[in-house]
């Protein structure tokens, strides 16, 4: 199932970031900065399937020139808190072959970006290897200002506009749909939130990089455990929604609109969704049976000591008494080897607390 996203983020100095930087990685090149003489080499990475640098008609040459490009954006900007690209990512549909998935993306750079003068670095990437193998997406870097000969004009301040981003979102969803509809896909995506479109679902919280490297490893972190209960509800929701319709069938009503939305009862097959429930389960019955472990070490553990104080209160005695036997010394003397042993240890690991 084709999943939307459409995002916009800022490449800021005052965050660390460099578009120099942002380029070469998304492109997978080197790229030297001439202002910082740091040098970015991703020229080994993989899974960049396609990258390529779009421009409004007439624009110099340099532009196609990708370390030009962003050498001569960082060179237009002199304050060290300057704003100096702006990044969209786009979610591409796994329905579609590269071919389609970069024929719909430059289709919509071009409308969207390129036709009101910016200059577009375009990088597809294909999924991860250890993430979800549905995962296609694109970066694209955009200028922040015009072209104006051998350098930058200046800002649009048009494009920051919070309308804009609107825009690019519903129109991301527009072309992505006709691309479906005319490749004869049942598939569809909406820009719009779940509560807009009427559909009862919590969303669910992204992960980030890495928080999803941790739990594939097997880590179990609160934001994996968050989302794992916010997916966990809504297949809930999903099972009480088809219920909510197998009635109304069987009574020969109408559903109320929104109450058993086809397309929400759907997701039920997405495998990720539909053993989200158990897969809480598991996890909660495995904190449980670890908290029991934990209980009962803490148990053994304070028996243990309660026998250890009761036998040595029974030798003070003997001894105090006189009646202090070979092995009463001998218990005595290891005892104090343990206590010293112990001591010996904390006081390493306070040092190493230190240090």
């Known amino acids: 199932m084709a999943v939307f996203r459409c995002e916009a983020k800022i490449v800021k100095r005052s965050a660390g970031r ?3 930087a942002a380029a070469a990685y998304r492109a997978g090149e080197r790229i030297e900065d001439r202002r910082t003489g740091l040098v970015f080499d991703y020229g080994r990475r993989s899974g960049v399937l396609h990258s390529e640098i779009m421009a409004p008609e007439g624009a110099p040459a340099w532009v196609y020139d990708r370390a030009e490009l962003w050498n001569r954006t960082e060179e237009a900007e002199n304050r060290k808190d300057s704003q100096v690209a702006r990044e969209i ?3 591409e549909a796994s329905e579609l072959t590269d071919e389609q ?3 719909v993306t430059r289709a919509y750079v071009r409308e969207q970006f390129v036709s009101r003068g910016m200059v577009a670095d375009i990088a597809m990437h294909a999924p991860g290897k250890e993430g979800d193998e ?5 970066h694209v ?4 200002r015009l ?3 051998e350098s930058f004009g200046p800002k649009e301040r048009q494009w920051d506009k919070t309308q804009e981003l609107e825009v690019w979102r519903a129109k991301w969803a527009e072309h992505q749909n006709r691309t479906f509809e005319k490749l004869g896909l049942a598939v569809r995506v909406d820009h719009r939130s779940l509560e807009a ?10 992960l980030g990089p890495t928080v999803s490297a941790m739990e594939r490893r097997g880590i179990d972190t609160d934001r994996g455990d968050e989302r794992r209960g916010v997916m966990a509800r809504n297949v809930e929701r999903d099972e009480l929604h088809r219920q909510y319709a197998d009635v109304c069938r069987k009574l020969g009503l109408e559903p109320e609109p929104g109450r058993a939305d086809p397309a929400r009862v759907a997701t039920k097959a997405d495998p990720v969704r539909k053993t989200a429930h158990q897969k809480m389960a598991q996890h909660q019955i495995e904190r449980a049976v670890k908290e029991a472990r934990e209980e009962q070490r803490l148990k053994e553990w304070n028996e243990a000591r309660h026998q250890a104080a009761a036998k040595a209160n029974e030798r003070m005695k003997r001894r105090d008494a006189g009646k202090e036997t070979a092995k009463d010394r001998q218990d005595r003397r290891e005892a104090m080897a343990e206590r010293l042993r112990k001591q010996e240890q904390d006081r390493h690991r306070d040092f190493g ?3």
């Open 141 to 144: 870097l955009l200028t922040m």
């Open 18 to 20: 460099s578009s120099t």
């Open 101 to 103: 998935r970069l024929e």
């Open 89 to 91: 990512f786009l979610a």
């Open 353 to 355: 607390r230190e240090h």
């Open 147 to 149: 072209t104006d000969g």
């Open 134 to 138: 549905r995962n296609y997406h694109a």
């Open 197 to 206: 479109q009427g559909i009862d679902r919590e969303p669910e919280p992204k």
